[in-house]
């Protein structure tokens, strides 16, 4: 997923819109033999003649964090034999200031209904690096049983760290590049028509380099060894037990349903993590249609609690990006625990085929409320954000979404632009 960060002004952000209605009339529709288009681009779903969609796009963002980025990309979308997306690939091009030329490369592969791919490969001139693959599984044990991995090899030299607790002050801003290797797996079996038992593993290595913005200052300048557990790297171990429910309508674009899940990881020293600490998760979501599913009222509220002694800093809870507080950038509040309420409206405006892609387009305005704390019996409401906003999404159904959401913060504006649903 990409992500910028916007808190100026939305001139680049205008500017994108009107390049990106200029360039859609650039795309086409062909037909290409399926022999010409091997595994994983197409599969034994596809037509002979498999139709795909290439669709050329502007890449513009202004980020106080990251400053201008502007490039192009070209997303091909090839289609099975029932006219859904088999396979998006977008190749992309761009230049930043602070990380010089970036070249990327991002997939999505659904050879079936029940298993899919994903990969991201991106490589800038200076800092930063993305190498991610995820694949999901659940066509085993008669659909009952479904498999999930992320492997991924990352450094972002944009990361921001301000300090622990709620009051976190932005002149404490200092900056620095995570450079990270692991992966996440699990398996979850259904139990009934609702419930699912979860059990995974998590392994995280991570290195804290110099990051690539120089005018902000570097995060071991400002912050000492002693006051910022894992600044100087840490390694985390952790198995994971989760118990869901679920009565959604569809896992990546529900329109009607609920999802409540309990989470426990405790990261031990005996599995090679850095130290003994535990995390507790409880979170739910409810989606309520009304007019067919054009009006879709969504919440969802969350708690986290982290439980141990000298837990390093990007391991406690963390509130800001584009799935919490969208009012800000990405890990702004750090502390033990956290709160956080989301509510949403999604209000589908029209459905549109462009080259013969039918898609949904929605509006979506939004609130975003929570806040870091000690424990949640410590939780003080002059402490929580309240970032409201509003979210602008296309849909290709079952399983493609395509968003930008603006949100409003105490330190100004941020937008994200990405896919998939931000909860």
């Excluded at 086409?28 to 595994?39: M, N």
């Excluded at 991201?120 to 009952?144: C, F, G, M, P």
């Excluded at 990546?252 to 507790?280: C, I, K």
Aim: proline share 5%.
């Amino acid at each position: 997923m990409y992500n910028f960060s916007f808190s100026r002004s939305l001139l680049p952000f205008r500017t994108a819109a009107l390049l990106i209605a200029i360039w859609l009339l650039s795309g086409c529709t062909s037909y290409i033999s399926r022999e010409k288009l091997p595994f994983p681009l197409t599969n034994g779903n596809c037509d002979e003649q498999t139709k795909v969609v290439t669709v050329p796009l502007p890449v513009i963002a202004s980020s106080p964090n990251e400053g201008i980025t502007a490039g192009a990309l070209t997303a091909f979308l090839i289609h099975n034999r029932k006219d859904e997306i088999s396979t998006l690939l977008a190749p992309q091009v761009n230049h930043n200031s602070n990380f010089g030329i970036t070249a990327s490369l991002y997939g999505a592969f659904y050879p079936t209904p029940d298993r899919a791919i994903e990969l991201n490969l991106s490589q800038s001139s200076k800092v930063n690096h993305a190498y991610e693959v995820r694949l999901r599984d659940i066509s085993q044990l008669d659909k009952k049983l479904e498999l999930n991995a992320y492997l991924f090899k990352i450094s972002d030299g944009s990361s921001r760290f301000f300090g622990f607790n709620a009051k976190s002050p932005q002149q404490m801003e200092t900056n620095y590049a995570n450079d990270e290797t692991g992966y996440t797996i699990s398996a979850g079996y259904q139990i009934g028509k609702h419930y699912q038992i979860t059990l995974g593993d998590r392994f995280r290595d991570v290195d804290i380099k110099r990051g690539a913005v120089r005018k902000v200052p570097y995060i071991k300048e400002r912050f000492a060894t002693d006051d910022v557990p894992g600044i100087n790297g840490f390694t985390t171990h952790a198995p994971r037990i989760s118990i869901s429910y679920s009565t959604l309508n569809n896992r990546d674009t529900p329109t009607y349903g609920g999802y409540a899940r309990f989470t426990f990881e405790p990261t031990m020293q005996a599995l090679g993590g850095v130290g003994d600490y535990r995390h507790y998760e409880v979170e739910a979501k409810g989606f309520i249609p009304l007019d067919n599913a054009r009006y879709v009222s969504v919440f969802r509220l969350m708690y986290n609690q982290t439980l141990g002694k000298d837990v390093p800093f990007l391991e406690q809870s963390i509130l800001g990006g584009e799935t919490t507080l969208r009012g800000y950038g990405r890990n702004r509040f750090i502390d033990n625990s956290f709160f956080l309420c989301n509510l949403e409206e999604r209000i589908r405006l029209f459905r549109w085929e462009v080259f013969n892609v039918t898609a949904d387009w929605e509006v979506a305005p939004f609130i975003d409320l929570g806040a870091v704390m000690e424990s949640l019996d410590k939780a003080n409401g002059t402490n929580f954000e309240f970032n409201p906003g509003i979210g602008f999404r296309a849909i290709v159904r079952p399983n493609i979404v395509g968003r930008v959401d603006l949100g409003i913060g105490k330190d100004g504006p941020a937008i994200f632009v990405g896919l998939g649903y931000p909860f």
